[in-house]
C-alpha cells in the first residue's frame, strides 16, 4: 500500500504509468507468431516476449491494448490516454505484449528468442527462429503442468481496477485475463467518500458477467474504501452499494450487500487500520473473507487472529492491478473448489464455505482425516489425526523443499518427500498429529522464486525526494501499520508461497476455538484495540483523525463532519463488538452471530 498511495498522489499530478519510448517494431521482416494449446492445436491467448541475439525488444502494433488506470475517473479520450501495447514486466525485467492466438511484428533479419506465459499451470514456452529477409514463422506449442480446474478448483484474482464501457472492451479484456489463465477476474469499481467513479463497470450482477468458455468477466466493487477503517472489496452483488451519506459506517455496506447476494470482506491483509475494521465487523459476522497475499507479499497475521477468534473468513489474493506496480494480473491469485461447473453463484459459495487456497505460484492439496480445505473434523477426545497432502510446482519458475503445518497460528514444520510428478515437482506428506483442543489447521507453504527479478524499491526507481517524503508521511500517518508489519514496505526478495483455508477439528469436551485460554486472551486485546478505536472519536480527538482528505475528491481521506455525522453510528457498532468480544474474554458460552454472508 505504500507505493500505491504514492502512485495515487503522482497520478494526481498528472504523471503517466506508461512508458516515455515504448518499444515497437524492431525492421521491416516479419516475424509471424502463433501460440498454441499443445493438447488441441488450438490457438490460445498469451503473454508473449520477442528478443533479438543483440538484446532489441520486439512489440506489435496490433497487441493486445494493456490500460494501466488507478485512482482517477477515466479522462474523456480514455482508453488511449491510459493504453500501452507493452507490459513491463517486474518479475522478467523485460519489455512483454499480449496476443489473442496468433500476431505478426516486424524484425530485423537475425536470431530471435520467443518466450511465452500463459499464468500458473502452464509451462513456459520457449521457441528459437532464424528471420531472413522475406521473414519467418514459428508456432509455440504450450502444455500444462497442472490443472486445477479438471479437479474442480478454479483461479481467481479479487482485486483488478479495469474500465468497462463497450462490447470490445469486454473482447480485450476477456482476452487478456485468458492470457492469464484466469478463470475469475474481478473488476472492482473504485471509490471514495466523494465519489464512486473509478474504473467504473457496465453493470452489476448477471447483467455485468462477461463469459468467454470457462472464464469471467465479474464486476465488483472496493468502495467503501478509507484511511480510517480500511479498503473494503464486496464480491458478486447484483447491484452497486453506494452509501455515501453512512460512507465511514461500513455496515451501512455490507448489509444491502449482502441482500444483493454479494460477499464482503477486506483488501490489503486486513492490515494497519484494516484491523480495527475487522474488530468492529468480524465478531458480528459481516465479514466473509481478507486478502492474504499481494504485493509479492504473503501477510497472515490480522486473519490468523479472526480465525483464533473462532471466526470463519476465508483467505483470498488479488494483484490491485494496475494500481500495485510490483504485479501483473494473476500473479497472486487464489483458487476456489466448487461442486459443479463454473459460475458465480457456485464460486461465492465456494468462498463463503471456506473452500480456498492462495498462491503466486506452488499449488496445494490438504486434507485432515480424509476430509478437505473448508471442512470439519470432529473428535470424540484428544488424539491424533492423519495430515496428508502434496505442493506441486513448476521447477522453472519456484523451489519449494518443505512446507508448514499451521495449528491455531502456530507453525509445525512437515516431513515430506520432493520427487518429480510429470513436468512439475511435488513435495508429499502424509504425517499424524496429535490435537489436545478443539483448532484449525491449515497448510502454508513458503519457497523461493530463483529466476524473478528483486522486487522494486521506492528509492531505486528515480523518485525525488520529495516524493519519498511524501510516500513515507502517508504510508505512516494514513495506514497505520503497527511493528510487525513495518516488514511489508521493506521486503526485496520474492517468494514462491501459498496458504490453504483451514480444516476445522472438534474435540469433544474442549472449548471451541477462540473460547479456549489463548483465545479469550486475543478477545480481551480486541477489547482494548476497541476502546482505543473508540477514543480517536472522543471530541478531544476527533479532529486528528482526518488525512490527507485535501489531497483530491479520489483519496481516501474522510472529513471530520463526516465522521462527527457518522459517530453514533459507528461507535454503537464498537459497542456490539466489544459486548461479544468482551463475554467471550470471560468465558461466556459463544453467541451466535449473523452467518458470514
Not at 512446507?403 to 518427500?417: K, P, Q, S, T
Not at 520474492?494 to 477439528?505: C, F, G, K, L, R
Not at 463475554?583 to 458460552?589: L, S, Y
Request: glycine share 12%.
Amino acid at each position: 500500500m505504500h507505493l500505491r498511495l504514492l502512485l495515487i498522489v503522482l497520478l494526481g499530478l498528472g504523471v503517466t504509468a506508461c512508458s516515455e519510448d515504448p518499444p515497437g517494431p524492431t525492421g521491416d521482416a516479419p516475424l509471424r507468431i502463433r501460440v498454441v494449446d499443445a493438447s488441441t492445436g488450438e490457438p490460445i491467448p498469451a503473454r508473449v516476449e520477442v528478443r533479438s541475439a543483440t538484446g532489441e525488444f520486439a512489440v506489435p502494433p496490433t497487441a493486445l491494448l494493456v490500460t494501466l488506470e488507478c485512482a482517477l475517473a477515466p479522462p474523456s479520450d480514455w482508453p488511449e490516454s491510459v493504453g500501452t501495447r507493452v507490459l513491463d514486466n517486474p518479475h522478467t525485467g523485460t519489455p512483454q505484449f499480449y496476443m489473442n492466438g496468433e500476431i505478426e511484428v516486424g524484425v530485423a533479419p537475425g536470431p530471435h528468442e520467443i518466450r511465452v506465459e500463459r499464468g500458473i499451470e502452464w509451462k513456459l514456452g520457449h521457441a528459437s527462429v532464424e528471420v531472413g529477409d522475406e521473414g519467418a514463422s514459428v508456432e509455440v506449442r504450450l502444455e500444462r503442468w497442472a490443472n486445477e480446474p479438471a479437479r474442480g478448483w478454479w483461479g481467481a484474482d479479487d482485486h483488478i481496477h479495469l474500465t468497462r464501457r463497450s462490447g470490445e472492451d469486454n473482447d480485450r479484456i476477456s482476452a487478456w485475463m485468458q492470457a492469464e489463465d484466469l478463470h475469475v477476474a474481478n473488476l472492482l469499481q473504485m471509490g471514495t467518500m466523494q465519489q464512486h467513479d473509478v474504473t467504473p463497470q457496465p453493470a452489476f450482477g448477471p447483467d455485468g458477467v462477461v463469459r468467454s468458455g470457462n472464464h469471467l468477466l465479474v464486476p465488483g466493487q472496493e468502495h467503501p474504501r478509507t484511511h480510517f477503517l480500511g479498503h473494503t472489496i464486496t464480491l458478486g452483488a447484483n447491484e452497486r452499494i453506494d452509501s455515501r451519506d453512512t460512507y465511514i459506517h461500513y455496515e451501512s455496506t455490507w448489509a444491502p450487500a449482502r441482500e444483493a447476494g454479494g460477499l464482503s470482506g477486506f483488501a490489503h491483509w486486513g492490515a494497519g487500520v484494516a484491523n480495527d475494521g475487522l474488530a468492529i465487523d468480524a465478531p458480528r459476522g459481516w465479514i466473509s473473507f481478507i486478502e492474504v497475499l499481494q504485493f509479492e507479499w504473503p501477510y497472515y497475521q490480522p486473519w490468523y487472529d479472526m480465525l483464533n477468534l473462532g471466526i470463519r473468513v476465508a483467505p483470498t489474493a488479488g494483484t490491485d492491478f494496475p494500481c500495485g506496480p510490483w504485479s501483473i494480473p494473476g500473479r497472486e491469485r487464489f483458487y476456489a473448489q466448487l461442486d459443479g461447473d463454473l459460475s458465480v453463484p457456485a464460486w461465492l459459495d465456494a468462498i463463503r464455505n471456506g473452500r480456498t487456497f492462495v498462491t503466486n505460484g506452488p499449488l496445494v492439496d490438504f486434507r485432515v482425516d480424509g476430509v478437505g480445505i473448508g471442512g470439519d473434523v470432529l473428535l470424540g477426545a484428544p488424539g491424533e489425526v492423519r495430515v496428508r497432502g502434496r505442493v506441486r510446482f513448476d521447477p522453472d519458475r519456484d523451489r519449494v523443499d518443505g512446507a508448514e503445518l499451521i495449528v491455531n497460528g502456530r507453525g509445525i514444520a512437515l516431513e515430506g518427500v520432493l520427487e518429480p510428478e510429470g513436468s512439475g515437482m511435488a513435495w508429499r506428506f502424509d504425517q499424524r498429529v496429535r490435537v489436545e483442543t478443539s483448532s484449525w489447521l491449515a497448510l502454508r507453504v513458503e519457497g523461493d522464486k530463483p529466476n524473478d527479478q528483486p522486487l522494486r524499491r521506492l528509492d531505486a526507481m528515480g523518485l525525488p525526494q520529495w516524493a519519498l517524503d511524501l510516500s513515507a508521511n502517508i504510508a505512516d500517518g494514513a495506514q497505520g501499520f503497527d511493528v510487525r508489519e513495518k516488514w511489508l514496505i521493506e521486503r526485496v526478495d520474492p517468494v514462491a508461497a501459498a496458504h490453504t483455508a483451514p480444516i476445522w477439528v472438534s474435540v469433544a469436551g474442549t472449548p471451541r476455538v477462540g473460547h479456549g485460554p489463548d483465545g479469550r486472551a486475543l478477545a480481551a486485546s480486541y477489547v482494548e484495540r476497541l476502546d482505543a478505536f473508540a477514543d480517536k472519536l472522543s471530541d478531544e480527538r476527533i479532529g486528528e483523525q482526518p488525512i490527507w482528505d485535501w489531497l483530491t475528491r479520489y483519496s481516501d481521506g474522510v472529513s471530520e463532519e463526516h465522521l462527527r455525522a457518522n459517530r453514533p453510528a459507528v461507535l454503537r457498532s464498537v459497542g456490539e463488538s466489544r459486548s461479544l468480544l468482551k463475554q467471550q474474554a470471560g468465558g461466556a458460552a459463544p453467541q451466535k452471530s449473523q452467518p458470514n454472508g
